[in-house]
């Protein structure tokens, strides 16, 4: 275990690589491939910083990480997710245990459904030709950043 600055330190940089990535999102509807790997390289110092055994823990994590990502791959594969965002999810998956895996599909569930109407409001209103493209790396990143939160605003999940 390193202390409390070390995963305080690792939660900080990873909710300002998740609003990068919302941000960049948001602007060009890419999430860059090296914010992804960054992401999942940092992965392993938090595993660290948590004091993860590498059998269970480490290994349920790259387990539960490449299940996520296999799903959501298949949602690329019907046209309903960006590579980005599917590899964004794949790298999140890494930081987190399973209960918070749970919650983190729920808010970006609901957060994404938001982001969508806000896009095809958008989308109407300035009239625009063709299929919109949904930023769903937003929905991503604000379930993350709820779920990284939760831990500092909510006593009761600690």
Do not use: C
């Amino acid at each position: 275990m390193a202390g409390l600055w070390l995963p305080t330190l690792l939660s900080a940089m990873l909710a300002l690589l998740l609003l990068w990535g919302a941000a960049t999102d948001l602007r060009s509807r890419i999430i860059s491939n090296r914010l992804n790997l960054v992401i999942a390289l940092l992965a392993p110092l938090w595993w660290w910083a948590h004091g993860l055994a590498l059998y269970p823990d480490i290994a349920l994590q790259l387990g539960q990480a490449a299940v996520l990502f296999a799903l959501f791959t298949l949602l690329f594969a019907l046209g309903m997710m960006g590579g980005g965002d599917v590899k964004m999810l794949g790298a999140l998956a890494l930081w987190l245990p399973l209960p918070a895996i749970v919650t983190l599909l729920v808010v970006m569930s609901l957060a994404g459904g938001v982001v969508t109407i806000a896009t095809l409001a958008h989308h109407k209103i300035m009239k625009r030709i063709g299929q919109p493209e949904i930023p769903y790396g937003v929905a991503i990143a604000l379930a993350g950043l709820w779920v990284l939160g939760e831990r500092y605003l909510n006593p009761l999940t600690s």
